[in-house]
């Protein structure tokens, strides 16, 4: 069922490097550690995981230019780390995951900020790609809105848990914009093509159990228990083969991806190579300066 709710509201949005994430009724079920120097998200690590939360709740957590450049610097710092098996990524507070793009800073070419002054950006779509080729598993952890571009970041992280007070939904067509990329076929994948024209061409707003009912989201849980429930989902992933999720993650996104996606799943497969003694005597030959002897490999059927 479609819910009738508001917009997200539209306040100035606050400055301040490090603020402090506001107040959530949500249980944390890790002892987080926060890292790096940001100034719209906060990136945390603890027992194997990256939570990467979107710092903008007086925006519903709307991104501008500044927010997705620290979005991907921090995905990058989580993809880097070998002791991050998994990646949580979230919005501040209990009323929103992400709204999409803020509004207030569009120009003409796309949003304007401090940090592109002079050009407009699009560049969440290549968070959005990012997410997808990163070769970890990422959750998005939703609790309330997920709406606009925030909807498009939640289709594209490979499992989505939101709180039962989630909303999904997107407003392209209302406010003079559309996503032809992930946000379009991406969703078509996930829900049906006659489910994702209802999303896009009527910009109607869906409950959690709507969501959970059309297969948008995995699960709904009370918001108390959200992160717990979570980082319980990233915990049995990370006792699972890391090398075996990311072959799965490149396999599933190959189809959707096309090139790209044979690419990225080509790569892993040579990365899986180079880890065989087959590939290190090719390699050792070649530094030795010797003839390689494959004589002692199987030629398998």
Same mark, same amino acid.
């Given at each position: 069922m479609s819910t009738e709710r508001a917009e997200p509201g539209s306040n100035e949005p606050a400055a301040g490097e490090g603020r402090p994430l506001p107040e959530s009724v949500q249980k944390s079920a890790v002892d987080w550690k926060r890292l790096g120097d940001y100034e719209d998200i906060v990136y945390e690590t603890g027992e194997g995981i990256a939570k990467i939360t979107i710092n903008r709740p007086e925006r519903h957590n709307a991104f501008r230019p500044t927010t997705l450049f620290e979005l991907r610097r921090a995905f990058d710092v989580a993809q880097e780390d070998g002791e991050v098996g998994v990646i949580i990524l979230t919005g501040a507070g209990d009323r929103a995951f992400c709204s999409g793009g803020d509004q207030k800073i569009r120009g003409d070419d796309g949003y304007v900020d401090k940090s592109t002054p002079h050009v407009g950006r699009l /560049?969440?779509? $290549?968070l959005q790609v990012q997410i997808r080729r990163c070769p970890?598993?990422?959750?998005a952890m939703i609790a309330g809105y997920a709406i606009g571009g925030g909807h498009v970041l939640h289709v594209c992280c490979d499992l989505s848990i939101a709180a $039962? /007070?989630?909303?999904? #939904?997107?407003?392209g067509p209302k406010v003079g914009s559309f996503d032809g990329g992930y #946000?379009?076929?991406l969703l078509a994948e996930t829900v049906g093509l006659k489910r994702a024209r209802e999303i896009w061409y009527l910009c109607r707003q869906y409950d959690a159990k709507t969501a959970l009912d059309w297969g948008l989201v995995n699960a709904v849980v009370p918001l108390a228990e959200l992160e717990t429930e979570t980082v319980k989902w990233a915990k049995e992933m990370l006792e699972k083969s890391p090398l075996a999720l990311r072959m799965l993650k490149g396999a599933l996104n190959a189809v959707s991806d096309g090139a790209a996606g044979m690419q990225q799943f080509a790569g892993d497969a040579t990365l899986l190579f180079y880890m065989s003694e087959e590939a290190q005597e090719g390699r050792d030959a070649f530094k030795e300066k010797r003839s390689p002897d494959f004589d002692k490999f199987p030629r398998r059927p």
């Open positions: /560049n969440v779509l $290549d970890k598993p990422v959750i $039962d /007070n989630a909303v999904f #939904g997107q407003t #946000g379009s076929w």
